[in-house]
């Protein structure tokens, strides 16, 4: 496995990591304990060394999946997990990034977790009510204190993230960014190239779209968010948008790899300071993931994929209403 350093930070990982969401929540009934340890320690196996989380997914059950899994070789992997929320006895999230409360949430995130420190601590979702300065000056205490080794933030914007590093040098940003959601190239990628940080996409293939497993017939689980979170996965859409996984399809078929490889091996091929977390509950499919750190794109290659995608209009938009409100836009 090839190995990133994150921006400027000096924090060397895998240059695929593996995304443990979809493994407690999200995307269908959680998979079998055994099976998920199984799987995450595959990755590892096949030279993975960064693995995603958050308090969130579940809520909290995967931080500990995630933990029991890495133990044995605690020491040779990056964690990054993520606070940002608190949740009520209805069962809602709200948010919360208040100094008290992130501080309670890494005590948790530690034991859960079952390490003294955490690699790469993410601030989940932007709290309007609370100033990213405050924010940002509450991890680099618990920098400080040796709990955390690295600041990152998800979904912010160029301005927030600016901010943010202006007090606590920020390592990554996780946002969404792949071959159908390309926002990031607007502002936030110059961003970060100016200011030295890695990036790390998540849903680098789509939410599963892109692979080509997903069409207009498809019938997603009763938990299964992409029902109602993702206006791209109505059935309408899903149809509207099959010329894009088609042409893809294409594009992979004439190099002999898959769609999916061709997707996180053109991710990989934007810079030299991204790190996609494409997550999975099936052993091939992990396999597969990793095969596309040696699909080496060219800049003929590049022009290729951008000139036939370029006429493709992606139908729906990327959350629904709720889930919006959540992204930093200021």
């Known amino acids: 496995m090839k190995t990133r350093n994150l921006g400027n930070s000096g924090l060397e990982v895998s240059a695929l990591g593996f995304g443990a969401m979809g493994l407690s929540a999200i995307y269908g009934p959680p998979t079998e304990k055994a099976g998920a340890i199984t799987l995450i320690r595959a990755a590892f196996a096949r ?23 890495v133990e044995p070789f605690r020491d040779q992997v990056v964690i990054a997990t993520k606070f940002g929320f608190e949740f009520g006895a209805d069962g809602q999230r709200r948010m919360n990034s208040r100094p008290e409360h992130i501080r309670q949430v890494v005590d948790g995130q530690l034991k859960r977790l079952r390490t003294s420190h955490i690699d790469l601590l993410y601030q989940h979702r932007v709290d309007p009510n609370v100033s990213i300065e405050d924010v940002a000056g509450t991890v680099r205490d618990l920098i400080a204190e040796g709990k955390v080794g690295h600041f990152g933030l998800s979904e912010a914007s160029s301005r927030t993230v600016r901010r943010a590093h202006s007090v606590q040098p920020v390592t990554a940003l996780q946002n969404e960014y792949s071959l159908w959601w390309r926002e990031a190239e607007a502002e936030i990628l110059p961003t970060l190239e100016e200011l030295g940080i890695g990036f790390v996409p998540f849903s680098p293939l789509g939410k599963g779209f892109l692979t080509g497993a997903i069409d207009k017939h498809t019938v997603f689980d009763g938990s299964d968010m ?59 499919r992990l396999e597969e993931n990793l095969v596309a750190v040696d699909v080496q794109l ?22 629904n209403e709720a889930m919006e409100r959540m992204v930093d836009r200021t």
Not at 51 to 69: K, R, W
């Open 47 to 69: 030279g993975v060394t960064f693995f995603d989380t958050a308090e969130t997914y579940g809520p909290f059950v995967n931080e500990e999946l995630l933990g029991e899994a």
């Open 226 to 284: 992409r029902n109602a979170a993702f206006p791209r996965f109505t059935q309408e859409a899903r149809a509207a948008n099959q010329g894009l996984v088609n042409i893809l399809g294409d594009i992979a078929a004439r190099r002999g790899v898959t769609r999916a490889q061709i997707a996180l091996a053109w991710l990989l091929a934007q810079k030299p300071w991204i790190v996609p977390i494409p997550g999975t509950t099936k052993l091939p």
């Open 298 to 319: 060219g800049a003929d290659d590049l022009r290729e994929i951008d000139q036939a995608l370029a006429g493709v209009a992606v139908v729906g938009d990327r959350y």
